[in-house]
């Protein structure tokens, strides 16, 4: 039986990925000891008694999903960029070389193509903001230990996501909020374009993860869907709630160091033979019916079943 420990853990991402390997898979899985925190998603899973704190225990895989997340926070207070995205994953390299794993799995992103059009895993990287450029340094830190100390460190960059307990300002759950209010929602542009993306189930990203591990480490993976606007995404979600009538305005964003269209198309993941188990109309139902209800209700849903 194999041993995981997923840093980030009581995040979004990382929360996707413990309920991923409790279904899925029979390992035992590990996450890191944080101080508690109000919305501490490992709270609302089953565990199953196969999720334990770490205590120096073997581990035979990582997945690095811990870090900063928001390009925004980070543009901000770059020193917590530097903090959150470089040196903790310095940490997290450290003890991959020290318990001689088989696998790392660093979480990056996109963002670090850093340019319109599209951008495949051996495009070039021009970092735009300090979100993109620690995650480029964490990268070239997992190249680094991989080729200096033999750790096998993969490299996936994820787009947008959304799914069960993503946080409650991300876009498409401030979508369903807007359409169950009758409100207005905004869609901001860039050059008078609304602004597009690879919109992606954060459990589809879970099962490309379980998929990568799987291969042969040292490749870097998009792990994105297909591309659509922010509008489609709108028209997704309305008619998953079988909302007709949609109200929204065009706002030119103008944030320094902040990306536009992002297109990084995952054509070397499907090559190898991944496909998704659900279609993305199914992702977004699923998305809806968990959200939906709760602020009906007042509050965030806490009824967490597995991912499809």
């Not at 799995?105 to 599209?118: A, C, D, P, R």
């Not at 297109?263 to 659900?278: C, E, N, Q, T």
Request: a negative charge; charged letters at 25%.
């Amino acid at each position: 039986m194999k041993t995981v420990l997923i840093t980030g853990a009581r995040g979004f991402v990382g929360s996707a990925l413990v309920q991923y390997f409790i279904e899925y898979t029979d390992y035992t899985i590990y996450y890191t000891k944080r101080p508690p925190k109000d919305d501490d998603r490992l709270n609302k899973i089953d565990l199953k008694d196969r999720v334990h704190v770490w205590e120096q225990q073997g581990i035979d895989i990582i997945l690095h999903a811990a870090g900063n997340a928001s390009s925004l926070k980070c543009i901000e207070d770059p020193e917590s960029a530097i903090r959150d995205n470089i040196l903790e994953t310095f940490k997290v390299l450290e003890i991959a070389r020290k318990h001689d794993i088989e696998h790392l799995i660093y979480f990056s992103s996109v963002e670090v193509y850093g340019k319109n059009g599209t951008c495949l895993e051996e495009s070039s990287r021009e970092s735009k903001n300090m979100y993109a450029a620690t995650k480029c340094a964490g990268e070239e830190m997992c190249r680094a230990y991989h080729s200096s100390y033999g750790v096998p460190c993969s490299i996936v960059r994820v787009n947008n996501t959304f799914g069960k307990m993503c946080q409650e300002e991300r876009f498409p759950v401030l979508v369903i909020k807007k359409l169950l209010n009758k409100e207005p929602i905004f869609l901001h542009s860039i050059n008078g374009e609304i602004v597009g993306r690879r919109w992606l189930s954060i459990h589809d990203v879970a099962d490309m993860v379980y998929f990568i591990l799987n291969q042969p480490p040292g490749c870097v993976y998009n792990t994105t869907g297909d591309y659509i606007t922010n509008l489609n995404l709108v028209n997704y979600i309305s008619k998953a709630m079988n909302i007709q009538n949609v109200s929204y305005r065009v706002i030119e964003e103008n944030i320094p160091g902040r990306m536009g269209n992002q297109d990084a198309p995952p054509d070397f993941i499907r090559s190898l033979g991944w496909v998704p188990k659900y279609t993305f109309e199914e992702r977004i139902q699923e998305f809806v019916d968990y959200f939906q209800p709760s602020f009906f209700l007042g509050g965030t849903g806490t009824n967490i079943s597995s991912s499809k």
